[in-house]
């Protein structure tokens, strides 16, 4: 399987099992979580939601193959594609999420803990946000978060520049809870989550709420303008030159473009 799901003493599991190809994600793995999440909301054994990827690897971000066949360029059917789905899933869930990073989180693995409540990594996670680098923008709402939490000229760093940070730095910065041993990570996280599951639901909900709930139009705004973009530069040339180098495993050329 390529994501796992388990609802154990109120703690819903949503993990990336698809070691082989580094956890990228594809069309179908963002759907089978959006599906996750939204269910989520209505169980009433679902107290908890925690996001969790290998010791090795949170995820590689998008699986490129899967994307460049299935660009999210178009709603199908009338639905939104599933990755937009899993965000705005993620983005409005009302209990609590949990991530549980170790190894890389590369892009959408390191956006999509924005819209987790705690975060923690292990002293072996690798975060980056390579949008620019692949001729796109960011997502998930990330270009209005990421500013609001860490302050614009370190987002700027990351951003535009897009290389790797530690966990220790994003502990720093504000994006991650916690920084723990790799050997311990998987223990602390359920153990908070434990915590989380035995406190009074709807508590935890209204608290969430009114963190959030002024931010819920603008991040909505926000992703909707970042998806439109998204789209119209993946049709772009200079994202076809970074997909087609990849592929070629060479260095880019962005020379010849505006």
Same mark, same amino acid.
């Given at each position: ?38 269910? !989520? ?30 660009? @999210? ?51 072996? !996670? ?11 923008? @960011? ?60 406190? @009074? ?40 030159? !970074? ?16």
């Amino acid at each position: 399987m390529s994501i796992t799901t388990r609802i154990e003493q109120g703690v819903l599991t949503i993990g990336f099992d698809r070691i082989d190809k580094m956890n990228a994600i594809t069309a179908a793995m963002y759907q089978t979580m959006a599906d996750a999440l939204r269910d !989520a909301e209505g169980d009433n054994a679902v107290r908890v939601i925690v996001i969790e990827g290998k010791p090795e690897i949170f995820t590689a971000g998008n699986d490129l193959e899967d994307f460049m066949k299935r660009p @999210p360029t178009h709603e199908e059917g009338g639905a939104p594609a599933p990755v937009f789905q899993f965000l705005h899933a993620i983005s409005h869930a009302t209990k609590p999420v949990v991530a549980s990073v170790s190894g890389a989180a590369v892009g959408i693995g390191t956006t999509l803990l924005l819209h987790c409540d705690l975060v923690y990594a292990s002293d072996t !996670a690798r975060l980056s946000l390579p949008f620019v680098q692949l001729g796109l923008c @960011p997502e998930a709402a990330s270009s209005l978060l990421l500013p609001r939490l860490v302050g614009y000229q370190r987002a700027a760093e990351k951003l535009l520049l897009g290389e790797a940070f530690s966990a220790q730095e994003a502990h720093v910065m504000g994006l991650v809870t916690k920084v723990l041993p790799a050997a311990e990570l998987a223990d602390h996280v359920r153990q908070q989550a434990a915590k989380l599951a035995a406190l @009074p639901a709807s508590s935890l909900r209204e608290t969430k709420r009114l963190m959030k709930g002024d931010d819920t139009p603008a991040v909505e705004k926000k992703m909707a303008e970042e998806g439109e973009v998204f789209r119209r530069m993946l049709l772009a040339a200079e994202a076809k030159e !970074a997909f087609t180098a990849f592929f070629e495993k060479r260095k880019p050329d962005f020379s010849k473009f505006d």
